[in-house]
C-alpha cells in the first residue's frame, strides 16, 4: 500500500512535446479563444511503488473520472476579450466549494493576469463534453487542472506573439505583467488591445510551456473568493433570484408516506379559486400549485385534499429495514488458522442530504422547446431526462446551470428541475418551482441506512487480514457517470448492482498494512430516495474501521495513535497523523468523560488526519440548548491535510471546516427516524445539522507542504473526522458507540403530521420556547 507524494517533473495527460510541453489549440474566432489537446495520457493512473493489495493503490475513482474527461478537454475553452478580461464557462458546479475561485486562479497564474479581471461562469449542458460535466468525486480540480492551464498558456503565448509583430521585437524579448506585455523600451500593449489581433481565422495546432512550481506567485498562495462580496451583500445570484419573464411561485403537494402517488383531489376546482393561485393540476409527485407568492402556493397546498396511493415504502420503519439488511449481509471469508479476531457490527440510520438552499428550479416549457435553470452537478443526464419526460429531443432542451446553495451530493439529482419541467408543460406557463423544508427532509435524497461488519484477525500482535461487509438500502447511482448512457445504465436492475460495487470499489482504501484484505458492497431495497451524500459510502466504512482499529490498538496495549503509525507504510501519511499528534497535543492529561480521538483516511490521491477532543461529562449532555439538541460536545479540532498541491489553501482550509461539520453532525446529532413509510424529521429544526453550539472552540487546519499535482478535496474531511469524533466518544464513556447517529435513540422532537404536507409556520416567527 506504499504511496509516493507527486512530483514537478511534468504534467498529467497530453501529448508530452517536451518536459513541461504540452500542445493546445488556438480556435478559430474574431477574438482570441484557446483550448488544450490532451487526448493521450502521459503516464499511468498507478503511482511508483504502489502495492497491488489495494485496489486503489493502482486506480481510483478518481483516475477513472479524469481519464474519462481527457478525450473532451479540448472543448473546455478560455476566451480573451477586448475590455482585457479573461473568461471560462466551467464544466463544473459549484456548490460553495469555491471551484470558481481557484479556476480563475489557474487562469491568472498561466496568462500573468490579476485575479479580478478572470470571469468564471457554469457552462450549460453540453452533451458533447460526454464525462467531462459531472461535479463529484472530489475531481474537480485534479481533472481541470491541466487543460485549463494549457488552454490559458496557449493564450498568452499568442498574445505575446501578437505583441511582438504589433511592436516589431522578438517575443523573447517582451515581458508580461497584470495583462500587459511591453518591451524592452517600455512600450507596451494590454491584452485587450490584442485580443483581436491574436485570433485566428482558422484552428492551429500549437505547443507551449507551462509554469514550473517555482515560478508560481497565483497558485498555491491563499487567496479569499471571488465571489464573497456579492454572497455576503445579497447580489449573488442563485435560482429562485433569476429573473425568468411570467416564471411564477410554484410548490407541489406530496404524499404523507415516501413516493405515494395521487388517486384522486376532492377541491381542486375549489383551490384553483384561492387568492393568487393561477394554475392547479395532478402530476406524477402530486399536485402541483402556481400562485402569484410563495406563501399563497403554502396555503394552497395546505388546503387540497387529496386520496394518496401507497407509496414504496409502505409499512415500514426503522427496524423493518434494518432486519432486512441482515438478512442480505454477506457472509465473512474463513479466519485464519490459530488466529483470534476483533468482530464489530455498525449500524447507520438514514440520513438527509438537504442542502441549506432548499431544492428548486426554474422551468419554461414551449410545444418545441424547453428551457431550463437550476443548480445542477450532473446536467447532461439533466438534459436527456427531461428531454425524454417532455417528449422533446434532446437538442430542444437548454439547461442552464445555476450556482447552489450547498449540496452534499443533493445537486447531483435533478429531481427538481424534472418537476418544474412536468408543470410548466402542464400549465402551458413558466414556473419557478420550490420544495418546502419538509419535501426536502421527508420526500427527498437521503443517505441510505447501512450496517457495516468489520473483521480483524491476528495472532499475537501480528495482523493477518481485514475483512469489511458494508450492506445498505441502494444508493442511487442514476447520475452515472454523468453522460446519458452510463445514467441509463446505473439504473438497469442487474446493471446498477454492478455499477455500485465498481464505484464502491474504486472509492474505498484500506489504508492500513493490515495483511490480506477483502471489501464488499451488498445493498438492497430500491424503494428510497437515495443519494451519494458528501463522501458517499466512506463515512460510514472509515467510521466503522477507525473504531476497529481504536479496539485492536486496546487489545494489544498499544497507544491508538502510535498502533496506526506503525500500521502506514508511507511518509505522507504518517506525516498528517504525526502533525495532528503533535499540535494536537495527543496523549494529554483530559479530565473525566472527556477524552481525545484520532482518526486517519487517504483517498484520491490526498491524505487526511483529524485530533479531536470530546466532551461527554453530565452537565455538558444535558444542558439545555434552545433550537438545537444537547449532548457530547467536540471542544477541539486539529486537523492536518495533504492533497499535494493546494491551488489555494484558503479555500482548502474552508473545505476541511466544512467537512468537520458534517463529520461531527454524521457522528452525534444528524439522522432521519423511518416510521410507517415516513421520515418524522420535517425541517432543521429536527434534523440535527451541527449547530453554533456544536461548532468546536478550538478549530486548526494544517495544510502540509505538499508538491507535484492537486488531489483531491472536497469530500475528504467528512469521513476521518465522524470517525475521530466516535472514537472520542469510545474513549471518554469507555463504551463503543455502534449505531449512527449517537443520539438516534432518544427522540427529542415532536413530529409534526404528514398530513398536510407542509406544517404550518409559527404565528409570528419568534420562537416561544421557554
Excluded at 491568472?108 to 460526454?130: G, I, Q, S, Y
Excluded at 447580489?235 to 388517486?263: E, Q, S, W, Y
Amino acid at each position: 500500500m506504499s504511496r509516493t507524494g507527486g512530483s514537478d517533473v511534468s504534467e498529467p495527460g497530453a501529448h508530452v512535446v517536451g518536459r513541461r510541453r504540452f500542445l493546445g489549440y488556438v480556435l478559430a474566432g474574431t477574438t482570441l479563444v484557446t483550448a488544450a489537446d490532451l487526448l493521450l495520457p502521459a503516464g499511468a493512473a498507478a503511482q511508483e511503488g504502489a502495492s497491488t493489495a489495494d485496489l486503489t493503490d493502482v486506480v481510483d475513482l478518481n483516475d477513472v473520472m479524469t481519464l474519462a474527461a481527457r478525450p473532451t478537454s479540448s472543448l473546455i475553452r478560455v476566451e480573451v476579450h477586448d475590455d482585457g478580461t479573461v473568461s471560462l464557462a466551467l464544466p463544473r458546479a459549484e456548490v460553495g466549494q469555491g471551484i470558481t475561485t481557484s479556476t480563475a486562479m489557474l487562469i491568472a497564474e498561466e496568462m500573468d493576469l490579476p485575479l479580478d479581471r478572470v470571469r468564471v461562469t457554469l457552462a450549460d449542458a453540453r452533451p458533447e463534453l460526454v464525462f467531462n460535466q459531472l461535479t463529484g468525486g472530489s475531481n474537480t480540480t485534479i481533472s481541470t487542472y491541466t487543460p485549463i492551464r494549457v488552454a490559458a498558456a496557449v493564450a498568452r503565448r499568442r498574445l505575446l506573439e501578437a505583441a511582438a509583430a504589433d511592436l516589431g521585437t522578438g517575443v523573447d524579448d517582451l515581458t508580461v505583467r497584470d495583462g500587459v506585455i511591453t518591451d524592452g523600451s517600455g512600450r507596451s500593449r494590454d491584452f485587450g488591445a490584442l485580443a483581436a489581433g491574436a485570433a485566428s481565422a482558422s484552428t492551429e495546432r500549437v505547443d507551449v510551456r507551462l509554469k514550473t512550481p517555482r515560478d508560481f506567485s497565483v497558485i498555491g498562495r491563499p487567496h479569499g473568493r471571488t465571489d464573497a462580496l456579492d454572497a455576503v451583500t445579497g447580489r449573488k445570484k442563485f435560482a429562485m433570484d433569476l429573473d425568468v419573464p411570467d416564471a411564477l411561485p410554484t410548490m407541489v403537494c406530496r404524499a404523507p408516506t415516501i413516493n405515494g402517488t395521487v388517486r384522486s383531489v376532492a377541491n381542486l376546482d375549489e383551490v384553483a379559486r384561492m387568492p393568487g393561485v393561477t394554475d392547479v393540476a395532478r402530476i406524477s409527485t402530486g399536485v402541483a400549485v402556481r400562485a402569484a407568492t410563495f406563501g399563497q402556493c403554502i396555503d394552497a397546498v395546505r388546503a387540497l385534499e387529496v386520496s394518496w396511493a401507497p407509496g414504496t415504502a409502505e409499512g415500514l420503519s426503522d427496524e423493518d429495514v434494518l432486519r432486512e439488511l441482515g438478512r442480505a449481509e454477506a457472509p465473512m471469508p474463513p479466519r485464519p488458522p490459530f488466529s483470534s479476531t476483533v468482530d464489530e457490527r455498525f449500524t447507520f440510520h438514514f440520513r438527509g442530504n438537504s442542502a441549506l438552499e432548499p431544492n428548486c428550479a426554474i422551468a419554461d416549457v414551449r410545444p418545441t422547446r424547453a428551457e431550463i435553470w437550476s443548480g445542477l452537478k450532473s446536467p447532461i443526464t439533466a438534459q436527456g431526462a427531461i428531454a425524454h419526460k417532455l417528449g422533446l429531443p434532446p437538442g430542444a432542451v437548454t439547461v442552464h446551470v445555476t450556482q447552489s446553495g450547498g449540496s452534499f451530493g443533493r445537486k447531483l439529482f435533478f429531481d427538481a428541475a424534472l418537476e418544474a419541467a412536468e408543470a410548466s408543460q402542464r400549465f402551458g406557463k413558466p414556473v419557478k418551482l420550490m420544495w418546502h423544508r419538509a419535501d426536502d427532509t421527508r420526500q427527498g435524497r437521503t443517505q441510505p441506512m447501512a450496517t457495516s461488519r468489520v473483521r480483524v484477525s491476528r495472532i499475537g500482535d501480528r495482523v493477518l487480514r481485514y475483512d469489511q461487509r458494508h450492506t445498505g438500502v441502494s444508493t442511487d447511482l442514476g447520475h452515472g457517470f454523468g453522460d446519458v448512457v452510463t445514467a441509463m445504465a446505473a439504473q438497469i436492475p442487474g446493471l446498477d448492482g454492478t455499477f455500485a460495487q465498481v464505484f464502491f470499489q474504486l472509492s474505498q482504501a484500506t489504508s492500513y498494512d493490515f495483511g490480506s484484505s477483502s471489501r464488499l458492497l451488498n445493498e438492497t431495497n430500491r424503494g428510497f430516495n437515495t443519494g451519494s451524500m458528501r463522501n458517499v459510502y466512506s463515512p460510514n466504512v472509515v467510521c466503522a474501521r477507525e473504531l476497529v482499529v481504536d479496539r485492536l490498538a486496546r487489545e494489544l496495549g498499544r497507544d491508538p495513535y502510535e498502533f496506526r503509525r506503525d500500521h502506514l507504510d508511507d511518509d505522507r501519511s504518517r506525516a498528517v497523523l504525526d502533525k495532528v499528534a503533535e499540535v494536537g497535543e495527543w496523549g494529554r492529561q483530559m479530565p473525566a468523560d472527556t477524552a481525545q480521538g484520532i482518526a486517519f483516511m487517504h483517498e484520491y490521491k490526498a491524505d487526511c488526519a483529524v485530533l479531536v477532543e470530546l466532551d461527554c461529562r453530565r452537565e455538558t449532555v444535558e444542558r439545555p440548548i434552545r433550537n438545537g439538541v444537547a449532548g457530547p460536545r467536540v471542544t477541539k479540532v486539529v486537523l492536518a491535510v495533504d492533497v499535494g498541491l493546494a491551488v489555494n489553501p484558503l479555500g482548502l482550509e474552508a473545505q476541511m471546516q466544512g467537512g468537520v461539520m458534517d463529520g461531527i453532525a454524521l457522528a452525534l446529532t444528524s439522522g432521519l427516524h423511518l416510521k410507517d413509510g415516513h421520515f418524522l424529521e420535517a425541517s432543521w429544526d429536527n434534523d440535527f445539522y451541527t449547530r453554533q453550539w456544536n461548532v468546536p472552540p478550538e478549530f486548526e487546519v494544517i495544510v502540509m507542504p505538499g508538491t507535484g499535482e492537486p488531489g483531491g478535496a472536497g469530500e475528504l474531511a467528512v469521513a476521518p473526522a465522524q470517525a475521530a469524533v466516535a472514537c472520542a466518544y469510545a474513549r471518554a464513556t469507555g463504551t463503543m458507540p455502534t449505531t449512527f447517529p449517537i443520539n438516534h435513540g432518544v427522540l427529542s422532537f415532536e413530529p409534526v403530521p404528514t398530513v398536510p404536507p407542509i406544517p404550518a409556520p409559527p404565528a409570528d416567527g419568534l420562537d416561544h420556547v421557554d
